[in-house]
């Protein structure tokens, strides 16, 4: 390694953990970044819209005074003990008078105080520090992504320019209406030509209005829909394992309405939500909407969830399938306890025929669906028991949760999930080791432990066991998942240290043995994060090492090392983020993940496999208070190959670079 290369890394090593011996609150992106990490284990795409809603919500903050429990829903990090203690406390006590007192509100950790500091107020609603008072009710995003930089595909088959190009808008005309738009193209796909006449290759809209008396809420166009715990309609936010309990509590939020660029993950249609009484709330939706899809003889064999339609095959598939949705919830909550049903009935407007082979077998086929569900919870003192018991076309899905919230803030949760082999669930979402909820029975036992005031400590064991065949295992198997992850905050100091401990053992097949030979899987990951935050200063700096071990197969190991430095002026009219990223894997079951600063509304978290090097450079300005200009540079550099990447994305060299630029109007 040259002379460039060692200082690059000690500069990386110790710029962030000398500054970092001194202490702060971690921001939601790190809640967020563990979060998504462990989505399915998988690159963090695709969630923009739940960045956008919580983005959305830090500039326009909730009242604690006077914030009702659905209001408080809408905070995927607050448990539903911890909503109850909110308003309880404002309750007994009357308004507070300032965001201290949440230290004194039952439940309430100091990690989830850091993280709700900046998203609710206890003074009338405001507007945003950034924002002069009477603007900000309609914004206007546009974005053009620019690479420097050709894929394979540009040669002869795709039909568009490799710029993307994307618009969103928020509009609010009143105080109970909402609106929003927004419209995309991906690299490769033409705009205003050939298929896209019309300009754009994926639009979405929707209008809510708040209503009055009976109707509370009602919405038109396209959204999103939550009940329970996601076992019938699971359209939420992250769920699953991580450093928290709190991602491990799903989080139904009812209708959200949709207005992003996720091209597959949304309802079309119409739903409102009615209190008829007290305590009742009754929601109704119906959606139809086209679905790209691979159809051969009259069946659908295929859903496909790319979005993209750069090619002729991939333009020939999209929008070729229809889906109708239309269901129906009714719950009721009081102070100690809340129940519901959900019913859900789908199908599609030719039959559905997927290949069903091996460890596909049961997977979901024909033409209509139905799902229905209780979910029910119940609240003493510190104890919550909730869960949900679901019935599908075919199959059940079980979940049951027990929380505990013992003498000083500690948090122990118990949870039981059964999902059947044959359990038929299309828009269900909710804890698993799978990528969704079918073929799997498992305990997971977790405990969030404030040893002091400086440290805190996090403990979890998930053991799952899988009836039928999975993806890469031709037999019924099961595994162990372990987590630990010690948290310091010095005293009186801006920084905090985490040291992250990850062991699973599962089983997979031999490569080449057509599932006749399968062998335990070994994987280890270790993590060790320093942050430093005062006044407009933040350094970062993250080391991972990962260690993945086939059996029957030499063990592989993979290498980063992360520095994050970003300054943002007291005004906050202008701010800059750089980092650098240093990673060596053997292979990609060994790769790692890397959170970068984005920007407005996204949130972008690629894996990287092989050796190499990525830094990015993010800049922000605000020269008018109606007005927010944003510009991502980002440069990918690989010691190891000649080439990034394979097929209709091959591209030939060992850089990539990008450009993004984002503007936004206030007005």
């Known amino acids: 390694m040259s002379f460039v290369r060692y200082s690059l890394l000690w500069l990386l090593l110790f710029s962030g953990f000398i500054p970092s011996m001194l202490a702060q609150e971690a921001p939601l992106s790190l809640w967020l970044e563990e979060a998504a990490e462990e989505w399915s284990g998988e690159e963090a795409e ?310 069903r082979s091996g460890y596909a077998f049961y997977r979901l086929h024909g033409r209509r669906f139905y799902n229905v569900g209780a979910d029910y919870g119940f609240r003493y003192k510190g104890l919550v028991w909730s869960g949900e018991v679901a019935r599908g076309t075919r199959g059940w899905g079980i979940v049951n949760k027990l929380n505990y919230q013992l003498a000083g803030r500690a948090r122990l949760l118990l949870l039981h999930r059964y999902y059947s082999h044959d359990y038929w669930a299309y828009f269900a979402q909710s804890f698993a080791e799978g990528s969704s909820p079918q073929n799997e029975d498992g305990w997971y036992l977790a405990a969030e432990l404030p040893l002091s005031s400086r440290w805190q400590l996090f403990a979890s064991a998930d053991w799952f066991h899988f009836p039928w065949w999975r993806y890469g295992i031709s037999a019924p198997s099961r595994g162990i998942d372990l987590r630990t992850q010690a948290t310091y905050r010095p005293a009186d100091s801006p920084a905090t240290f985490s040291l992250s401990y990850r062991y699973k053992q599962g089983k997979r097949d031999v490569a080449g043995t057509k599932g006749q030979e399968i062998t335990p899987v070994r994987h280890h990951r270790l993590r060790a994060r320093g942050q430093w935050q005062s006044g407009g200063w933040t350094l970062r700096t993250t080391a991972d090492y990962n260690h993945y071990h086939h059996l029957q197969l030499p ?38 993940f890397v959170s970068e600063p984005g920007l407005l509304h996204t949130f972008y978290q690629p894996s990287f496999s092989g050796h190499g090097l990525r830094g990015t450079l993010r800049l922000s300005a605000q020269p008018f208070s109606f007005l927010t200009l944003l510009l991502k540079l980002g440069h990918t550099r690989y010691f190891d190959r000649n080439s990034i990447g394979s097929g209709y994305d091959l591209i030939e060299g060992s850089r990539k670079t990008d450009l993004q630029m984002q503007a936004r109007l206030r007005f």
């Open 46 to 355: 695709g969630h923009d819209a739940e960045w956008e809603a919580l983005s959305y919500l830090r500039e326009h903050p909730i009242p604690l005074n006077t914030a009702t429990w659905t209001q408080l829903k809408q905070f995927p990090f607050l448990s539903d003990y911890q909503i109850d203690a909110l308003l309880e406390y404002v309750g007994e006590h009357g308004p507070m008078q300032t965001l201290g007192e949440l230290q004194l509100v039952r439940g309430m950790d100091w990690s989830t105080i850091r993280t709700l500091r900046p998203y609710v107020t206890v003074g009338e609603p405001s507007p945003h520090p950034s924002r002069p008072s009477g603007r900000g009710k309609q914004e206007l995003e546009a974005r053009l992504d620019l690479p420097f930089y050709t894929r394979r595909g540009y040669e002869k088959w795709f039909w568009g320019p490799k710029l993307y190009q994307s618009l969103r808008g928020r509009f609010s005309p009143t105080s109970q209406l909402l609106i929003g738009v927004a419209a995309e193209k991906d690299a490769g796909e033409p705009w205003g030509a050939e298929y896209n006449r019309w300009g754009y290759d994926h639009y979405a809209a929707f209008v809510q209005g708040q209503g009055r008396g009976v109707v509370e809420q009602w919405t038109v166009g396209c959204y999103r829909a939550s009940f329970g715990e996601g076992l019938v309609m699971g359209n939420s936010f992250l769920s699953g394992k991580s450093f928290s309990l709190t991602t491990a509590t799903y989080q139904p939020q009812g209708i959200r309405p949709f207005a992003s660029n996720d091209e597959v993950h949304y309802l079309q249609g119409g739903a409102v939500t009615l209190r008829p009484a007290p305590g009742w709330q009754l929601t109704a939706l119906a959606s139809y909407r086209r679905r790209d899809a691979i159809v051969e003889e009259g069946a659908i064999t295929s859903i496909l969830q790319t979005g993209l339609h750069r090619t002729t095959t991939e333009a020939d598939r999209k929008d070729t399938a229809a889906m109708y949705v239309g269901g129906i919830h009714l719950g009721h909550r009081t102070l100690h306890t809340h129940w519901g049903v959900t019913a859900i009935g789908y199908g599609f407007d030719r039959p559905y025929q997927p290949s």
């Open 555 to 592: 063990a592989t190991q993979g290498y980063q090392l992360t520095q994050l430095f970003s300054y943002a002026s007291p005004r906050r009219t202008w701010s800059v983020a750089c980092q650098g990223t240093w990673f060596h894997t053997d292979d990609y079951y060994s790769r790692v």
